[in-house]
Structures are given as structure tokens and as C-alpha cells.
């Protein structure tokens, strides 16, 4: 596999607002070619079996999960547990409120993003994608109504309202007068977050971000590429892992990050794993990584395969599996008593 196509991933995820997929060969002539698929694909599932012209072969199918982002409108006590409960999930969190006193707020909380200014004017800034999920917590309705009108206008994964029952009734219902189809007015969670019986603004928020988290690994599963391993893949400006098993962080300049490099991929798991399907790593040839598909004696050996790879320039693609269920699995301490499936692609630079 070439770098090509990362760039051409990378440009989909910056310009693309829908869900984006990949799609690779894992057995016969073609194992190892891939191919970027746009719009919903939610029929493929990891391991499908898929027609060709001449035989069957074997897929794996992802969706490609960009980095969540989290947009709060509104910054009152509620949202401020949001914020750092957001950032500690791995959401980049972006907040909108109109009042000076409540934007510092949201900064001194933690926010990657603070737009302090009215609601429509701060959402006209915020695109929208498959990876974006809303949470509206404002002041009151005639802003609830403000932000939600906007909202539904933009590609989004998940909107939620706080709220009583009355008060978001009545949104609805202005909503609906002006335009707003009731179908994706009645898609949106209100009131918001899980039913825990909570009360102080930590338990809301907790209610609030656990129904994210529910809602989001309910959906198809994702890939995900993480940025810095998109940026390792691009030969990005630099680079921070572990080297050679020693433990020590380390960081590459982007001069000196010209190098081989694999790959690996979860693509199937049964039993227990300590990572799901469609977790990456990438492994360097000085053996150092970015990410990891759940570290102890599965990962180390997915490194020594990636390293044998790189030294003997072949094969450039072929699917490991690691069982965790044998007696000598037992003696090296993987209490997980699964096994994984590893898609293993070396990337050159052509």
C-alpha cells in the first residue's frame, strides 16, 4: 500500500462531511488492495464475503472514525462538568455561550474552543460531520430554539437537548411551524442524557455523556485513524512513541521520519481481546510505535512480524493470528483467553 492513498483518506476526512469507509482485500491476487467508499455503508460488516469477477474473496470494511468533536451551546454549571468529562473521553470541545463571564468559564474548564459570541453567529463557524455530536444546555428556550434550528441543518452524529418535557414540546412545535422537518425533530435525545436520577450538575453530566458514549458505540463500528498516525503515514512534522520495546518516549523529526513502516489492524477478534476490531498501530523500523493494539505479548509479537517485514522488503501484506486461549498464551500472562486476527500492510512511500 502507498501513501497515496492516506492522502487521499486524509483530503476525504478534511472535505468530506458524511461517513467515510475503506474497504481491503484479504485474500487471493489482490490482498492488500483498498478503496475509499463514501455515503452509508453500514450493509459490510468486518470479514464479509464479497463478489468479484472471477471468485469470492474475503473484505474487511470500516468505517473511518475522524476525531470526535464535541460543540456545547451554552455555558452554565451543566456544561462545565461536560467540558472536562468531554476532553478526558478524547472530544475536541468547542463551546458557545454569549456572556463573557460564562466563555472564561468554559476556558478555565478546559475547552479546546470558546466562541463568545450570539448562538447563530457561533454555529455559522462550526461545519458539521458524522463525528460532530451537539449538546444544547442554554439559558432557555428561545436560545434552545436559536441553536436547534441551526443544528439540524448540519451533518451531525448525535443532538441533545436539555430541558423539560413542556419546554422542549414547545421548541418542537415553533420548529416545526417554521419549516424544520419532524422527523429529525424527533430524532433529537430529549431530554437529554441517560435516565441515572441525576441531580447535581457532575451526576447531569455524567447522564448526559453517557448516552454519547451509548450512542456511539452503538453505531457502526469505526476504524479510526488517529492524527498522529495519519501524520506518521504522511511522514508528518513529528512523531512521539516508544522505541524498541525499551519503554522510553521518543520523538522524530519529520526529516528524519523518511523511513518503512506497517500498519496493523485488528480485523476480527473472538472471545476476549484487550482492543476492538479496527484498532491501529503503527510500527517504525527502529521499532518504535504510534498507538497500540493493547500492548503485553500480542503486540510484541505483531511488532516482531511488522520488523521482519521492513528488513526483508516482502511480504508487503499478509493477516496474523494471535491466540490467547493456549497453555503457552497462559505462561506469557495474557489473561484475555481471545483470539485476534491482524492485518498487517507495509506502506511505501511511491
Same mark, same amino acid.
Given at each position: 500500500?502507498?501513501?497515496?492513498?492516506?492522502?487521499?483518506?486524509?483530503?476525504?476526512?478534511?472535505?468530506?462531511?458524511?461517513?467515510?469507509?475503506?474497504?481491503?482485500?484479504?485474500?487471493?491476487?489482490?490482498?492488500?488492495?483498498?478503496?475509499?467508499?463514501?455515503?452509508?455503508?453500514?450493509?459490510?460488516?468486518?470479514?464479509?464475503?464479497?463478489?468479484?469477477?472471477?471468485?469470492?474473496?474475503?473484505?474487511?470494511?470500516?468505517?473511518?472514525?475522524?476525531?470526535?468533536?464535541?460543540?456545547?451551546?451554552? #455555558?452554565?454549571?451543566?456544561?462545565?462538568? $461536560?467540558?472536562?468529562?468531554?476532553?478526558?473521553?478524547?472530544?475536541? $470541545?468547542?463551546?458557545?455561550?454569549?456572556?463573557?463571564?460564562?466563555?472564561?468559564?468554559?476556558?478555565? #474548564?478546559?475547552?479546546?474552543?470558546?466562541?463568545?459570541?450570539?448562538?447563530?453567529?457561533?454555529?455559522?463557524?462550526?461545519?458539521?460531520?458524522?463525528?460532530?455530536?451537539?449538546?444544547?444546555?442554554?439559558?432557555?428556550?428561545?436560545?434552545?430554539?436559536?441553536?436547534?434550528?441551526?443544528?439540524?441543518?448540519?451533518?451531525?452524529?448525535?443532538?441533545?437537548?436539555?430541558?423539560?418535557?413542556?419546554?422542549?414540546?414547545?421548541?418542537?412545535?415553533?420548529?416545526?411551524?417554521?419549516?424544520?422537518?419532524?422527523?429529525?425533530?424527533?430524532?433529537?435525545?430529549?431530554?437529554?442524557?441517560?435516565?441515572?436520577?441525576?441531580?447535581?450538575?457532575?451526576?447531569?453530566?455524567?447522564?448526559?455523556?453517557?448516552?454519547?458514549?451509548?450512542?456511539?458505540?452503538?453505531?457502526?463500528?469505526?476504524?479510526?485513524?488517529?492524527?498522529?498516525?495519519?501524520?506518521?503515514?504522511?511522514?508528518?512534522?513529528?512523531?512521539?512513541?516508544?522505541?524498541?520495546?525499551?519503554?522510553?518516549?521518543?520523538? $522524530?523529526?519529520?526529516?528524519?521520519?523518511?523511513?518503512?513502516?506497517?500498519?496493523?489492524?485488528?480485523?476480527?477478534?473472538?472471545?476476549?481481546?484487550?482492543?476492538?476490531?479496527?484498532?491501529?498501530?503503527?510500527?517504525?523500523?527502529?521499532?518504535?510505535?504510534?498507538?497500540?493494539?493493547?500492548?503485553?505479548?500480542?503486540?510484541?509479537?505483531?511488532?516482531?512480524?511488522?520488523?521482519?517485514?521492513?528488513?526483508?522488503?516482502?511480504?508487503?501484506?499478509?493477516?496474523?493470528?494471535?491466540?490467547?486461549?493456549?497453555?503457552?498464551?497462559?505462561?506469557?500472562?495474557? $489473561?484475555?483467553?481471545?483470539?485476534?486476527?491482524?492485518?498487517?500492510?507495509?506502506?511505501?512511500?511511491?
Amino acid at each position: 500500500m502507498t501513501e497515496g492513498f492516506y492522502n487521499k483518506l486524509t483530503d476525504a476526512l478534511e472535505k468530506y462531511e458524511g461517513d467515510i469507509w475503506t474497504e481491503t482485500v484479504l485474500d487471493g491476487e489482490n490482498a492488500g488492495e483498498k478503496r475509499l467508499l463514501t455515503g452509508t455503508a453500514g450493509y459490510f460488516r468486518a470479514g464479509d464475503k464479497v463478489a468479484s469477477a472471477d471468485c469470492t474473496h474475503r473484505v474487511f470494511c470500516e468505517r473511518v472514525g475522524r476525531i470526535p468533536k464535541l460543540v456545547i451551546c451554552g #455555558a452554565g454549571h451543566v456544561s462545565m462538568p $461536560v467540558v472536562r468529562m468531554g476532553k478526558m473521553l478524547g472530544f475536541t $470541545v468547542t463551546v458557545l455561550e454569549d456572556r463573557p463571564k460564562f466563555a472564561d468559564n468554559a476556558r478555565t #474548564a478546559g475547552a479546546d474552543s470558546v466562541l463568545c459570541e450570539p448562538f447563530h453567529t457561533g454555529l455559522t463557524e462550526i461545519k458539521g460531520d458524522s463525528d460532530t455530536w451537539f449538546v444544547i444546555v442554554t439559558r432557555g428556550h428561545r436560545y434552545d430554539t436559536e441553536c436547534l434550528e441551526e443544528i439540524l441543518k448540519k451533518q451531525h452524529a448525535y443532538v441533545g437537548m436539555m430541558g423539560s418535557r413542556r419546554r422542549v414540546a414547545i421548541v418542537k412545535e415553533q420548529l416545526a411551524k417554521k419549516g424544520t422537518d419532524r422527523v429529525k425533530l424527533e430524532s433529537v435525545h430529549t431530554p437529554i442524557g441517560l435516565e441515572i436520577g441525576a441531580q447535581t450538575p457532575e451526576e447531569i453530566a455524567v447522564s448526559i455523556m453517557a448516552e454519547i458514549i451509548q450512542v456511539k458505540n452503538n453505531r457502526e463500528k469505526s476504524g479510526g485513524y488517529s492524527k498522529e498516525i495519519l501524520a506518521a503515514l504522511l511522514d508528518g512534522e513529528s512523531r512521539t512513541g516508544k522505541a524498541g520495546g525499551c519503554g522510553k518516549e521518543c520523538s $522524530v523529526s519529520g526529516a528524519e521520519q523518511k523511513e518503512k513502516k506497517v500498519l496493523a489492524t485488528i480485523i476480527s477478534r473472538k472471545g476476549s481481546a484487550p482492543r476492538d476490531v479496527g484498532t491501529k498501530m503503527l510500527i517504525l523500523e527502529d521499532g518504535s510505535t504510534v498507538d497500540t493494539i493493547g500492548g503485553g505479548c500480542v503486540e510484541s509479537e505483531i511488532i516482531q512480524k511488522a520488523l521482519l517485514m521492513m528488513r526483508a522488503g516482502k511480504p508487503d501484506f499478509q493477516i496474523c493470528s494471535v491466540d490467547m486461549t493456549s497453555e503457552a498464551a497462559e505462561d506469557e500472562g495474557m $489473561v484475555c483467553g481471545g483470539v485476534v486476527e491482524v492485518m498487517l500492510e507495509y506502506i511505501s512511500r511511491c
